[in-house]
């Protein structure tokens, strides 16, 4: 049964290094809409031209736009056999979308790390990402570890990454973006609420903590044990 599964969470909430862990735990693809983006705008393709200003803003970037992005990235063969989504959806109408773009036979589980704003703004102020490929660092993370999706894995091994702050991580725009996220998103838990295969989680503790406590609700909202929640053959350890 491919796993379908949303992390969720305000900005600094820790849902990139966790939907990582998880998607790499249990064999799953990663699929991160604001590395997508953030690539497409590095990468200087008509995506990126389009959307560098309103991510610079700390806005958010169409629905439609989203969509379409989310629907191509979906049809490809490894997120058929199961996926995490991190970013999207993030409005009432991306997740009507979602639900019509997802594989039959499994439910999709919806996570939300909860986290109080003052600790969210406290961590995004000290986050950091690689100059290079873009590829996010937790602060409270372990510093040495190469961040997930990151394009020269084996030089940020041997050398580390060139860190830099991630150019919407100003206190400004992370209140921007807090604000848009209780604004436009924070519906959108409304709409998962209701349904038996969503959970809320405790962001505010040690990042393995959190881990623990994301795949205890996946197995829960799956009616399984954490245990038959078996990593896939080809996750790495
Ligand atoms: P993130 O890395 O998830 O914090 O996303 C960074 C930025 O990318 C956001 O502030 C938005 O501008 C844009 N973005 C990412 N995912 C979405 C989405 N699902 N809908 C709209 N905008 C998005």
């Not at 499994?106 to 790390?113: D, N």
């Not at 999706?149 to 860190?163: F, I, K, L, N, S």
């Not at 919407?168 to 725009?173: G, N």
């Not at 973006?177 to 969503?198: I, K, S």
């Amino acid at each position: 049964m491919a796993l379908q599964l949303v992390v969720m969470g305000p900005p600094g909430a820790g849902k990139g290094t966790q939907a990582a862990r998880f998607a790499r735990d249990h064999g799953l693809a990663r699929i991160a809409t604001g590395d997508m983006l953030r690539e497409a705008v590095a990468s200087g393709t008509p995506l990126g031209r389009a959307v560098g200003d309103t991510l610079a803003r700390g806005a958010l970037v169409g629905d439609e736009v989203m969509i379409d992005l989310v629907r191509e990235r979906l049809a490809r063969p490894d997120a058929r056999r199961g996926f995490v989504l991190d970013g999207f959806p993030r409005t009432v109408p991306q997740a009507r979308a979602l639900d019509a773009l997802l594989l039959g036979g499994s439910p999709l589980v919806v996570v939300e790390i909860q986290v109080p704003d003052d600790e969210l703004v406290r961590r995004v102020r000290a986050r950091r990402i690689c100059a290079d490929c873009g590829a996010g660092a937790d602060a409270f993370a372990d510093p040495s570890a190469v961040p997930a999706g990151c394009r020269h894995p084996d030089r940020c091994a041997a050398e580390g990454p060139p860190w830099v702050a991630r150019s919407d991580d100003t206190e400004e725009v992370v209140r921007a973006r807090l604000e848009v996220y209780r604004r436009e998103t924070a519906p959108m838990v409304a709409f998962y609420q209701g349904r038996p295969t969503f959970r809320a989680i405790d962001g505010a503790r040690p990042p393995e903590q959190v881990r623990q406590a994301l795949v205890e609700a996946v197995a829960d909202a799956l009616g399984t044990t954490s245990a038959r929640l078996a990593p896939s053959p080809e996750a790495r350890p």
